[in-house]
């Protein structure tokens, strides 16, 4: 007892004075999944040997489940040791968690080897008991940095396995127990001996530099990995925050601390597998931590790094665009070549902040802006930006916790023909009025609902809409509904929207689906079916905006189109003899390709006899009509003079 108490005093002031804690989790990580491993092996083996004596369930069923819950747990760990080091809080949190579970594991394997004991004959029963032997050693000596789930296992293991073997009434059932209880008592009193050695060890740091044992190196190594990144052997997170509060504390001069994000590294990581994509990070952390001696270079975690650099703002920026051509050179990999990019968010002290975290939101901020708009560039924080991201987040802000039943609505725009000026078609426009922000534009709308991962959400509630008001046109007029680049790459989100065609009573011939060229270009294959599928039920597929992207022959050419719709930039071009070319040419390449063709952006009168003489047989602009509620459309329908 008094050897005990000693242990438990020395593992307190341990605690108080050291990160010991986080040296525990830092060694249980490479020895927790080996047991693992061993207990997986040695549970198939046992119940190999009772495969035609035991019930399938226990021979099956329960040892399936115990091992998939080992390999579960050790890939846990695995994963675990790829991480930045924990606090102090999360590694004491782990260690009581990795108590809890060594009891359940024990108690969970104990009772299934015991369940097995009542079958088979003398070899049976010896391997039960040599199963039981192993599982207590093996925990032991993996748990050897946590001697209270050591002790914990062996006690319910040994205790129950007393109990049960006397109970049995076995003479050599009994024997083998007390001599694996000894055993066990044996090895215990070593592994307490070995902590308090440890232990010690930890309460004496300042004799650390006088001491050659291999215990001491350990140590060092322990705190060292606390501070690094074991994968790129970059400074962590930890050291990033400890060294920019120590730059603060000491400042004499201008500094900038910058975020990096790599942009591409995720379909690196998806099409090749993790090894690679560690593979390059390894290559990336060598370019940053060659790119100079007067910055600090920390990874943050996932493909985020962190740079202190000395001088100001605008210097850091210069220094940068460089770090930015430098990470996209080529990367070799096995088996393929990869290129990334990365983009920068910077904020410089004192300028931008004055403190830590504030420096830390602001290059956030600006790392925010960079991904979004200057992607694959710098971007230093300004009074400017922060009220531009600011905006852009209190719109999200407002979309998150936005009731859409109520808040959105679908304003619609007719589409006429030039011969007979009647309305042939509505377009569906988006339209968002929140409480506490305002009107705001649909491509916000859109823009934000994909960032907040609610895009199929906000475009099914549209379409429902949509149809709604559909539904109370005259059968001849189609409804134009617009569809996005995440939409077209979601296959769900495509299903959904034919769930709810088919609900409606608005027919399926009626629907033109309009999608961009931008929104082609991410994943041809997978929108192309997605067409085809609306296609398939009668629906007609229109290229919104055409003339504005990159790739406009070969959509024409590679998609299942019905409708042609001009840019409205087009349509101030009738207004000179080139532009009417240009617009004619246009339109003789619709009709070669059997494409109906729209003109958008009609605004004059003149415009529209100009659509019409250069063939257009379809128009649509705010001369004809505004975006309106369905309300208005029908007025506007009732005001036209019937068609002969």
């Not at 004491?92 to 079958?119: E, G, H, M, N, S």
């Not at 609900?503 to 629907?511: E, G, H, I, Q």
């Not at 597929?541 to 070969?554: E, H, I, N, Y």
């Not at 004059?604 to 128009?619: K, R």
């Amino acid at each position: 007892m008094r050897a005990l108490f000693s242990l438990k005093e020395l593992y307190r002031d341990a605690v108080r004075t050291s990160d010991f804690e986080i040296a525990q989790v830092t060694n249980l990580q490479r020895q927790i999944a080996p047991l693992y491993a061993l207990l997986s092996v040695s549970a198939a083996s046992l119940a190999y040997t009772h495969r035609d004596l035991a019930p399938t369930s226990l021979t099956i069923a329960v040892p399936a489940v115990l091992i998939a819950a080992c390999m579960i747990r050790s890939v846990r760990w695995l994963f675990a040791a790829r991480e930045p080091a924990p606090s102090r809080i999360e590694a004491r949190a782990k260690l009581r968690r990795t108590i809890f579970l060594a009891a359940f594991i024990a108690v969970a394997f104990l009772a299934w080897a015991l369940a097995l004991d009542q079958y088979g004959g003398p070899d049976q029963h010896g391997h039960v008991s040599m199963f039981i032997a192993m599982t207590v050693v093996a925990c032991i000596f993996c748990l050897g940095y946590l001697p209270m789930a050591a002790m914990l296992v062996c006690g319910i293991v040994i205790g129950a396995f007393l109990i049960y073997s006397f109970a049995r009434g076995s003479e050599v059932g009994m024997v083998v127990a007390v001599n694996i209880a000894l055993v066990t008592l044996v090895i215990l009193k070593v592994l307490r001996d070995s902590f308090a050695a440890f232990l010690r060890l930890e309460l004496s740091q300042r004799d650390l530099a006088h001491k050659q044992s291999e215990a001491e190196v350990l140590i060092e190594t322990n705190v060292a990995l606390a501070r690094t990144d074991p994968l790129t052997g970059l400074p962590n997170r930890r050291f990033f925050h400890d060294e920019l509060e120590r730059r603060l504390a000491t400042a004499q001069s201008s500094f900038a601390v910058a975020l990096v994000d790599l942009d591409g590294f995720k379909p690196v990581n998806d099409t090749y597998g993790h090894a690679q994509g560690d593979s390059l990070l390894k290559v990336i952390s060598e370019r940053l931590r060659d790119f100079g001696s007067d910055c600090t270079v920390a990874r943050l975690g996932g493909d985020e790094f962190g740079i202190l650099f000395n001088g100001d703002a605008g210097q850091a920026a210069k220094a940068g665009q460089r770090l930015c051509e430098i990470i996209k050179r080529p990367v070799p990999l096995t088996g393929a070549t990869v290129v990334v990019g990365c983009s920068i968010g910077i904020a410089g002290y004192p300028q931008a902040a004055h403190n830590a975290q504030d420096l830390l939101d602001r290059a956030d901020f600006a790392l925010y802006h960079a991904k979004d708009h200057r992607r694959g560039g710098c971007v230093v924080f300004s009074s400017k930006l922060d009220g531009m991201i600011r905006s852009e987040r209190a719109v999200e802000s407002a979309f998150q916790i936005a009731d859409l039943d109520r808040e959105l609505a679908v304003a619609f725009q007719p589409v006429f023909s030039t011969r007979t000026h009647q309305v042939v078609a509505v377009e569906a426009l988006a339209r968002w009025t929140s409480p506490s922000i305002g009107v705001v534009s649909p491509e916000r709308l859109i823009a934000t609902s994909e960032r907040a991962g609610m895009a199929r959400r906000t475009t099914l509630k549209l379409f429902e809409k949509a149809l709604a008001g559909a539904a109370r046109l005259p059968a001849e007029i189609r409804l134009n509904f617009n569809l996005s680049a995440v939409d077209l790459a979601d296959e769900t989100t495509i299903a959904m929207i034919l769930d709810e065609l088919t609900l409606s009573p608005v027919d399926a011939t009626r629907l033109v689906f309009e999608i961009t060229e931008n929104s082609l270009i991410s994943d041809m294959t997978t929108t192309r079916r997605s067409l085809a599928r609306l296609r398939a039920v009668g629906a007609k597929v229109a290229l919104d905006d055409f003339g504005t992207g990159f790739s406009s022959l070969s959509s024409l050419h590679e998609l299942p189109l019905d409708i042609l719709k001009v840019d409205r930039s087009f349509a101030a071009q009738l207004a000179d003899a080139t532009g009417r070319r240009l617009v004619s040419a246009i339109r003789g390449l619709a009709e070669t390709l059997s494409l109906r063709c729209v003109l958008e952006g009609i605004e004059t009168e003149q415009q529209l006899v100009d659509a019409t003489a250069a063939g257009f047989d379809y128009a649509q602009g705010y001369l004809l009509a505004r975006p309106g509620s369905i309300e208005d459309v029908l007025e506007t329908l009732r005001q036209l003079p019937k068609a002969a």
